[in-house]
């Protein structure tokens, strides 16, 4: 991985990321004809739900288990625009999860370009308490080292 929030003591495991498609649609360009800042944000949340259904975590199977995982800390990084029609890729990474997720995600242009990076950092609170709660559940963490040790890392 490149770019300057990604840190080298991340775990880099393909097992742990993936990608998405993503294409700027009319409504989200600003009056230049690229995508206005606060969009990305949904496109990131594109990724991120994909990969967590990859994981056997999506935001259903965290309902099932009574908690609720809000972003509670982003760092992002804006490089490029991504014009109007333009379609980029979208990939999201965990690289934390033992205690709370943190997953990094590149927005890449056709060409390959880095056009954006970003950090998010949620948290598990009980769905009932609104409490937070210490710890990802057991059956996860699992599920995440398993696929590590399955050898799929890049």
């Known amino acids: 991985m490149s770019g300057r929030l990604w840190r080298r003591d991340w775990p880099d495991h393909a097992s742990l990321r993936c990608a998405v498609s993503v294409t700027v649609p009319f409504q989200d360009a600003d009056p230049t004809g690229v995508a206005w800042h606060g969009n990305y944000f949904r496109y990131y949340d594109a990724a991120r739900v994909e990969l967590l259904d990859r994981l ?20 992002v990084r ?5 014009p109007y029609g333009t379609t980029a890729q979208v990939s999201a990474q965990l690289v934390e999860w033992a205690y709370r997720m943190r997953l990094y995600y590149r927005i890449t242009l056709p060409d390959g370009a880095l056009a954006n990076e970003a950090v998010t950092l949620q948290v598990p609170v009980d769905a009932r308490t609104n409490q ?20 799929d890392g890049a």
């Not at 056997?56 to 760092?75: D, I, K, S």
């Not at 804006?78 to 991504?82: D, M, S």
């Open 132 to 151: 937070i709660v210490i710890g990802v559940p057991d059956h996860w963490r699992a599920r995440v080292e398993t696929l590590i040790a399955a050898g």
């Open 78 to 82: 804006y490089l490029q625009p991504l």
């Open 56 to 75: 056997g975590f999506g935001y259903r199977a965290m309902a099932e288990v009574g908690q609720l995982w809000p972003v509670v800390e982003t760092q």
